[in-house]
């Protein structure tokens, strides 16, 4: 049986080892929890995720390759060498043009023409590895974001 795991951000608490978390910190449960629990998949949710404690668990579920999407804050080199393929991120941005955070709101106040989406390999320095995969969204007058 292969393991799935689930990372996500959605839910910021400390991971515990005792109890599968799918519930966002005072709110309904997360779409990623309950769909780790359905899987059967470990579910772990820490807003320390580049702690030895949480690289180490990490590591120790032998994943292959994970999937960030909007993940808050830049993943460290110990957390990307978990995974044998490394961290794949979808990223809202025309890389490497409009980087980090608000691309969609930049793209428009640059006047483009639309809004990239690239999946790419995570390297430490943010929003810098290699584009595996791109898209564009047409912007127009009435886009709203």
Not at 2 to 9: E, P, Q, R
Not at 24 to 41: R, V
Not at 71 to 83: H, M, Q, V
Not at 92 to 120: K, M, Q, T, Y
């Amino acid at each position: 049986m292969k393991k799935i795991t689930v990372v996500s951000h959605i839910v910021l608490d400390t991971i515990s080892s005792d109890h599968l978390s799918t519930n966002s910190i005072g709110g309904p449960p997360s779409y990623a929890g309950l769909t780790a629990k359905k899987l059967g998949a470990e579910f772990i949710n820490s807003e320390k995720i580049n702690s030895e404690d949480s690289v180490k668990r990490i590591n120790d579920l032998d994943c292959e390759i994970a999937i960030s999407l909007n993940w808050p804050t830049l993943i460290e080199k110990g957390l990307i060498d978990c995974f044998k393929f490394g961290i794949l991120n979808s990223h809202l941005g025309d890389l490497p043009r409009f980087r980090g955070n608000a691309c969609p709101n930049w793209a428009i106040l640059s006047g483009e023409p639309h809004v990239g989406l690239c999946i790419h390999q995570m390297a430490t320095e943010l929003d810098t590895g290699p584009v595996i995969l791109r898209d564009k969204f047409s912007l127009s007058n009435s886009t709203y974001i």
